[in-house]
């Protein structure tokens, strides 16, 4: 019923940018919060930011002053800006939306590649 689309992510050097993007779409009411999320090799998944429908934003400690996550409530679509990329940022990041269809649901992306190394 909602597919998540992320793209952006790629190999970039310590001290670089990547924009993340992510677009809902399907048979889409209501989008409550859209989010992004990393698991790294042998930890846990992570909540980096998210963002409600009313602008409010959340974020993880290492990426407070080098992410921004906003959105663009008419294509449904979240962005992550994230500078001064680190080594340990490195990680598949994933799309996570609170969507309301018929029902409230919550709606995952396939992820997207994202490697900070020289």
């Known amino acids: 019923q909602v597919r998540l689309v992320e793209s952006g992510g790629g190999l970039v050097q310590p001290g670089g940018s990547l924009r993340l993007s992510c677009a809902a779409s399907?048979?889409?009411?209501?989008?409550?919060?859209m989010g992004w999320y990393r698991q790294a090799p042998g930890k846990e998944r992570e909540l980096v930011a998210s963002i409600t429908s009313g602008g409010s934003t959340k974020y993880v400690d290492s990426a407070k002053g080098r992410f921004t996550i906003s959105r663009d409530g008419a294509k449904n679509t979240v962005y992550l800006q994230m500078n001064s990329l680190k080594p340990e940022d490195t990680a598949v990041y994933y799309c996570n939306a609170v969507v309301r269809t018929a029902y409230t649901g919550n709606y995952w992306g396939k992820g997207t590649q994202v490697t900070v190394s020289s």
């Open positions: 399907g048979s889409i009411l209501v989008i409550n919060a």
